[in-house]
């Protein structure tokens, strides 16, 4: 199947470009990007032109920031075109919800992809924890915003979401794999003197979790969620890549290289069967934390 990749940043080169030449279902066949590219690949810096010209490609993949996102997701699926969306999958819960009743109104595939659920021990930390009662969780994430967003402002503009770039990816494994819904009920939130979105994040839910998110780790970055169980603890180490049971490693691998693959085998199922996957559950964690978060205003940041 025919694919566009809209937005040729950090991470589309890091992980979209890779994840498209191992897929035995895509074919990467035109970008979009205002300076951007791909080697041997029809690059465009217009997407209404690239849409006109390109009936053939049937499915958009985009990777823009979660500011501009809108009118292209909104475009493409006027189009007729199946849409993937990285993660957070717009600014806000409602312009999300928007694109899920127009994708089922034009009758195409709409994925709201989630990559930390792809990684490697998630899906075992899930089946250990099914039947068990969570007693106590402590979310710790923790790494380098000039590590993964060098010189990337938008991070820090409206919309951009901040600290919770990261910590929804915490998120996201945190509503996949809880054997129970929790909610948030209390934030603290550090915003620097010269930015409009938080750099840390201290979260309190129901249920006894709570999370602790910090955007200026230097060195070794800590990606860990630790849960406590009527039958033992368990945790998640490296991003949710390796499952530990008592201290004991369990499953899993140190890598994160097989996240965008099965996003991508995952939008593959979903075009065939006609269908969309829309889960917005750690994006209204966000959007709770926001609405109850108690502002501290820290040092500015520079890149």
């Not at 199947?1 to 191992?22: E, F, N, S, T, W």
């Not at 009118?71 to 717009?90: D, I, Q, S, T, W």
């Not at 919770?164 to 929790?182: H, K, M, Q, R």
């Not at 994160?256 to 199922?269: C, N, Q, S, T, V």
Request: contains cysteine; negative net charge.
């Amino acid at each position: 199947m025919k694919l566009a990749l809209v937005g040729i940043g950090k991470i589309a080169v890091d992980q979209h470009v890779p994840a498209l030449a191992a897929s035995p279902d895509w074919e990467l066949s035109a970008t979009v990007s205002r300076s951007g590219s791909v080697d041997g690949i029809p690059a465009y810096t217009d997407f209404a032109t690239m849409l006109a010209e390109r009936p053939d490609i049937g499915t958009i993949s985009l990777c823009l920031p979660p500011q501009p996102r809108y009118p292209y997701a909104e475009l493409a699926l006027k189009a007729g075109r199946h849409v993937m969306l990285e993660k957070p999958p717009g600014q806000t819960l409602a312009e999300v919800h928007a694109l899920e009743r127009l994708a089922a109104e034009q009758g195409v595939s709409l994925y709201a992809t989630w990559h930390s659920r792809m990684a490697e021990a998630v899906a075992p930390a899930k089946d250990w924890l099914k039947g068990k009662t969570v007693t106590r969780a402590r979310i710790t994430w923790r790494e380098d915003v000039r590590k993964w967003h060098p010189g990337q402002d938008w991070v820090f503009e409206p919309g951009g979401m901040g600290v919770f770039d990261p910590g929804i990816n915490a998120l996201s494994i945190l509503t996949e794999i809880l054997p129970a819904p929790v909610h948030v009920t209390a934030a603290d939130l550090e915003f620097p003197a010269n930015r409009d979105t938080p750099i840390a994040a201290r979260l309190h839910f129901s249920g006894n979790i709570t999370a602790d998110f910090d955007w200026r780790q230097e060195g070794p970055q800590t990606w860990d969620i630790e849960i406590d169980t009527d039958h033992g603890p368990c945790a998640l180490r490296f991003g949710g890549n390796r499952f530990e049971v008592a201290s004991r490693e369990v499953a899993g691998e140190q890598t994160i290289m097989g996240e965008y693959p099965k996003l991508y085998a995952r939008m593959a199922d979903l075009v065939r069967a006609g269908q969309s996957e829309v889960d917005l559950a750690p994006m209204v964690h966000v959007a709770d934390a926001l609405t109850l978060g108690k502002r501290h205003v820290t040092d500015a940041f520079h890149f």
